[in-house]
């Protein structure tokens, strides 16, 4: 056979490999999740020609992916049986960047650094097939394309700025169709080379690319085997009686090694939603957030059009940290997929506001390029979309419960996160009208029973029918018990065209205006007035004669424009 031809890498590619290798960064062991993704790509692309040509699968029907570590040695290889790579293919797609994400990636990089960023950047992107060079000092790509009769190796090492193409002649090493990826292990990096790390890393990427994943794992099964008897113990025997000794056997565990399928192919979120069970999304639920608890709701839903994506929401039984928990943006609920590949669960704001935080799910777009990183997630009108809907869903799950026979799920879901979307009043005036009919609050008519705002104005819609003068002490108050409750329904302003009125602040309008006894009365304690406020002096604003009690004397009012007594008491207690 002709000898390994030499090739100069692409500039673009030596930059990004010398990038690669000197950058310290901490997570080395995405090199797995994009060789799976890359040999995904390849049987994708062979499945989806062979529709229309079914004499490119002949060869090797089993459409698969296996992954063989080699502890010893420190060797990994991963084999696919995908569409494989011509020689041209190997120069094409091996030696240069014609990606467009990772030639966007070089470019974030450049911009990064010239930001006086550091190359940590690294670590958020995916940087495909070359990020093999982040854990081998050798790689070796082995493949058979369908188009071409010969098998072709294309080999590269890190430090180098040139790889070498060749024609297999390892008669070993010959594959019907696809592609074998060999990797030496840098001195370091040989722990990766560990059957249960690879399959504990597999589990984690890539437990729902829809090709089998198999590793090579070892496996025992016991069996019961005939054990001597103790020699002495057999003389004693024999001398005794032939026929009375017994044979002895002991449980032994046998060992061996196989190819073992290491993920479920089938995402639960693909399913058709009629098709599957409550029970199934619990505990696809309770594995994926290893949680012990069953969720309140679950919402699985498809999007298409601008975006398409596929998703399924929970609302958790209990708040993580307890209900007095600060909101806190930063969790790992939400795991984002991008065509069944896990992208990452890191998330800060991106696809859920602050105060839905507590949601939890999976995320699966189509959208997205595979190495979307946190800049492109924040900057992706794609996402912003994707955010929409999702808010939205997340709506409509919890209004869902609200509106469940069980009213203990909703006191439940309030008891937990009525904080959040109090918060939710304060920081997202947009989705006031979602929010509002969900929130719930004691009042002067429901000392132990939490009502809605709706029941709040039904009750009195029926009461202002029946009376036109209303004794204050008939009207139903809201009482804002907790110290969020005032600055949210503040910035509600109003509900249903209604607007919110602070009983203890001056000028309170019941509507029950009388002129003539207003007079009358202003005509008898005006110099009343008038007296107690020269004696108070600059302890109160100013004194007036007010409509509102009915069986105290007086009562301290703050301005309008002023605080109310709560919030002094809570400007006081954080000056304090
Ligand atoms: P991307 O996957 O974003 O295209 P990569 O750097 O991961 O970028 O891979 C570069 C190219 O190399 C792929 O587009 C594909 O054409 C080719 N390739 C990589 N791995 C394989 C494989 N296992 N089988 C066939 N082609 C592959
Ligand atoms: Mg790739």
């Given at each position: 056979p002709p000898p390994a031809e030499k090739f100069e890498y692409q500039a673009e590619v030596s930059r990004l490999m010398d990038l690669i290798v000197n950058s310290l960064y901490s997570?080395?062991?995405v090199f797995l999740r994009e060789l799976i993704s890359n040999a995904s790509d390849a049987l994708d692309k062979l499945r989806y020609l062979s529709v229309t040509?079914?004499?490119?699968?002949k060869d090797a029907a089993d459409l698969d992916i296996r992954i063989y570590a080699d502890k010893e040695n420190g060797v990994i290889t991963l084999t696919d049986s995908g569409i494989g790579m011509t020689r041209q293919e190997l120069v094409d797609c091996l030696g240069t960047i014609a990606q467009s994400g990772t030639a966007k990636f070089l470019k974030a990089l450049k911009d990064n650094k010239d930001a006086?960023?550091?190359?940590?950047?690294?670590?958020?992107?995916?940087?495909?097939?070359?990020?093999?060079f982040l854990v081998a000092d050798r790689v070796t790509v082995s493949t058979k394309s369908p188009k071409s009769d010969k098998q072709y190796v294309w080999e590269g090492e890190a430090d180098s700025s040139s790889y070498t193409i060749k024609e297999e002649t390892d008669p070993q090493l010959i594959i019907p169709r696809g592609t074998r990826i060999t990797l030496h292990l840098k001195r370091d990096d040989?722990?990766?080379?560990d059957p249960e790390r690879i399959q504990k890393l597999v589990k984690n990427?890539?437990?729902?690319?829809?090709f089998p994943i198999y590793t090579w794992q070892e496996k025992g099964y016991t069996k019961e085997v005939e054990v001597d008897d103790d020699p002495a113990e057999s003389k004693k025997d024999d001398q005794d009686d032939q026929t009375e000794r017994k044979k002895k056997t002991k449980k032994v565990v046998e060992r061996y090694w196989d190819w073992e399928?290491?993920?479920?192919?089938?995402?639960?979120?693909?399913?058709?939603s009629k098709e599957v069970t409550t029970e199934e999304y619990n505990e696809f639920y309770r594995k994926t957030f290893n949680e012990y608890l069953d969720p309140l709701a679950s919402s699985h839903f498809t999007t298409e059009g601008e975006v398409e994506f596929r998703s399924i929401l929970y609302v958790p039984p209990v708040s993580p940290m307890g209900?007095?928990?600060?909101?806190?943006?930063?969790?790992?609920?939400i795991r984002l997929y991008v065509k069944r590949v896990f992208i990452s669960d890191?998330?800060?704001?991106?696809?859920?506001p602050r105060y839905l935080s507590f949601i939890k799910g999976v995320v699966d777009s189509h959208?997205?390029?595979?190495?979307?990183?946190r800049e492109i997630l924040q900057e992706s009108r794609i996402v912003r979309i994707m955010k929409k809907r999702l808010v939205k869903k997340a709506f409509d799950m919890i209004l869902g419960i609200s509106l469940s026979e069980n009213r203990e799920d909703y006191e439940k879901f309030w008891d937990n996160f009525g904080k959040h979307l109090k918060l939710g009043c304060i920081e997202d005036r947009e989705n006031h009208k979602r929010l509002a009919p969900l929130l719930r609050f004691f009042s002067s008519q429901s000392e132990n029973d939490m009502i809605s705002l709706d029941e709040y104005v039904e009750n009195m819609k029926a009461e202002q029918k029946l009376y036109t003068?209303?004794?204050?002490?008939a009207l139903q108050v809201l009482y804002l018990?907790?110290?969020i409750d005032e600055v949210a329904i503040q910035s509600l302003k109003s509900y249903k065209d209604k607007d919110f009125i602070?009983?203890?602040?001056?000028?309170?309008?019941?509507?029950?205006?009388n002129e003539e006894k207003e007079a009358a009365v202003k005509k008898e304690f005006g110099q009343t007035c008038d007296w107690i406020k020269k004696r108070l002096g600059d302890k109160v604003a100013s004194v007036q004669i007010s409509s509102?009690?009915?069986?105290?004397p007086c009562v301290l009012v703050s301005g309008k424009f002023g605080w109310s007594a709560n919030m002094e008491r809570l400007m006081k207690a954080q000056s304090a």
């Open positions: 997570n080395k062991e040509n079914p004499e490119l699968s006086g960023g550091d190359n940590n950047l690294i670590g958020q992107f995916g940087v495909g097939f070359y990020s093999a040989k722990g990766f080379a990427y890539s437990q729902f690319v829809s399928l290491t993920n479920e192919m089938q995402p639960i979120w693909l399913r058709n209900k007095d928990d600060v909101v806190n943006q930063k969790t790992k609920n890191d998330f800060d704001g991106e696809l859920f959208d997205l390029p595979l190495n979307v990183s003068t209303l004794h204050p002490t018990v907790e110290p602070d009983i203890s602040k001056e000028d309170l309008d019941l509507g029950d205006k509102r009690l009915s069986s105290s």
